[in-house]
């Protein structure tokens, strides 16, 4: 939407606004408490990384200017001059040191795992040492988002969720939770003012709501349009439906616990060939066709094909295909031939059509015995309740993406030992352990050569799809509903940033 208004001198300036439908409200605004779509794509409205991810996974300069490696475990970042924070604060070297000893004791060590010291040099170059040599540094940086450094300690982290200060396109106007949250441009950003002045985000969980309130004009965007209503949307007039391809992968965490918290007696799924039969069980197509509409696309690893890690031609479908008989037959082989219960947690508003997929899942693992108890809750439940360490969980079904376009993030975050090395398998819910993958996770982020990584991880790719701590599922499709009039070119990490975004 398009305001008119008229400026001091009586000239006419155009003030433009928008309003997105989002799936539900950021849990945080503070970058350092926690991780999911909501939260993050507010904050980099609020907050800026050293490098910047493009819409098409591409890295390049954020507030680094420039970088350069001086030897194989030091790099040297140049920031740019002249940023301030949203306070009028300048933005130097010492807010980005402050960020990443502020992220070592945060429940995000993973950010900065791979940082041994850092040191400014100056007020505008910082100096970035790793334990070993280290590929994708830059890649890793894009995702840790710099604070403010007096600002954060005079303000603490409570209350950082609710006044939050970065250097971003946008600063907080209003949260009124579960309502709206409402920014408004930055005029003073550094890579020039939004086009936008003022973005409202309304979180509407509800995928049939979502669409009403398109199709009433109360929103001129929304997230995750119900693969129900796409064909609806597209016979009326005055909108558009986008859709690209998803980063974003369900998937079945197992626990390996030798004791479940929801499952009597030893836990079944220390057994490979259990966890291979509940892979037998799962009709991924059935899951697409029926409950998505067609709009997913099956999961053949845990990265897609673009990343590093992926290995060509292996596809965990077609490792273990649909076949009941089979999956029976490995039940009754490792002691269970009457099967198990066990509860699967899952989350009624995060991904499309969640509580539909637990509940296939549940109808698909009757087959082989598995009476699965379906936990399902709203995600501002799910993250604390499942967060490691937990007791809670035997079987979690979440979703995970990997826009640094490497697989060893996801590896070192999900199958790395717990407990055995800072900043490694830290969402490790199954608590996994192969010393071989660690090992060869250690030797990735060990070497200056990314064919080198490549290799590495594609070596751990072919032992965790041979072990089965976690099922892949399917990529959803990325799906939104627009007006006419809103210029929306969705990106490959599914972050709606507004200030790629313009309206008539």
Do not use: C
Not at 276 to 281: K, S
Request: net charge negative.
């Amino acid at each position: 939407m398009t305001l008119l208004a008229t400026t001091a001198g009586g000239a006419i300036s155009q003030e433009k606004s928008i309003t997105i439908g989002l799936t539900a409200d950021p849990s945080h605004l503070y970058p350092l408490a926690g991780e999911e779509l909501s939260s993050n794509i507010m904050y980099y409205h609020l907050y800026d990384p050293l490098v910047q991810r493009s819409p098409d996974l591409s890295f390049g300069p954020g507030l680094a200017k420039s970088w350069e490696t001086v030897d194989d475990t030091t790099w040297r970042f140049k920031l740019r001059e002249g940023v301030t924070f949203h306070n009028g604060n300048a933005f130097t070297a010492s807010d980005v040191v402050f960020t990443v000893e502020k992220a070592r004791e945060s429940i995000r060590p993973d950010l900065v795992a791979n940082i041994e010291t850092i040191t400014a040099i100056d007020d505008l170059t910082v100096e970035i040492t790793t334990p070993k040599p280290y590929a994708v540094l830059p890649n890793d940086l894009a995702e840790l988002l710099i604070l403010d450094e007096d600002y954060t300690i005079e303000t603490g982290d409570t209350q950082m969720d609710l006044e939050p200060m970065g250097t971003g396109p946008y600063r907080l106007d209003e949260w009124i939770k579960e309502e709206r949250l409402v920014l408004e441009a930055f005029e003073d950003y550094w890579a020039g003012p939004p086009t936008i002045d003022t973005v409202t985000f309304r979180p509407i969980t509800n995928p049939a709501t979502r669409t009403a309130a398109l199709l009433t004009g109360e929103v001129d965007v929304i997230q995750d349009l119900s693969v129900r209503d796409v064909g609806r949307v597209r016979s009326e007039g005055g909108f558009e439906v986008l859709t690209r391809p998803s980063l974003l992968n369900l998937v079945l965490a197992l626990d390996m616990r030798e004791e479940s918290p929801t499952i009597d007696g030893s836990n079944p799924m220390t057994d490979q060939r259990v966890r291979e039969a509940i892979a037998r069980a799962i009709d991924v197509e059935a899951i697409i066709e029926i409950v998505m509409n067609g709009l997913a696309t099956p999961s053949d690893q845990f990265v897609p094909a673009s990343h590093i890690g992926h290995v060509d031609g292996m596809d965990f479908r077609e490792m273990y295909p649909v076949d009941i008989e089979t999956a029976n037959d490995l039940m009754a082989e490792a002691g269970y031939p009457d099967g198990f219960a066990m509860t699967l947690d899952a989350t009624n508003d995060r991904y499309v059509n969640d509580a539909q997929i637990a509940q296939a899942l549940a109808s698909m693992l009757a087959k082989i015995d598995i009476d699965l108890d379906l936990n399902i809750m709203p995600k501002s439940n799910f993250w604390g309740y499942i967060r490691v360490p937990t007791e809670n969980s035997s079987f979690i079904m979440s979703g995970w993406d990997v826009p640094s376009g490497d697989a060893g993030s996801m590896y070192a975050s999900l199958f790395y030992t717990r407990d055995k090395k800072e900043g490694y398998g830290q969402v490790n819910r199954g608590s996994y352990s192969n010393p071989e993958v660690d090992v060869l996770i250690d030797q990735a982020d060990a070497t200056p050569s990314v064919d080198e990584r490549d290799r590495l991880l594609q070596d751990a790719t072919r032992i965790l799809m041979a072990d089965i701590p976690m099922i892949p599922v399917h990529y959803e499709q990325d799906i939104y509903g627009v007006r006419d009039g809103v210029m929306l070119e969705p990106r490959v990490d599914k972050f709606i940033w507004a200030h790629d975004m313009d309206v008539e």
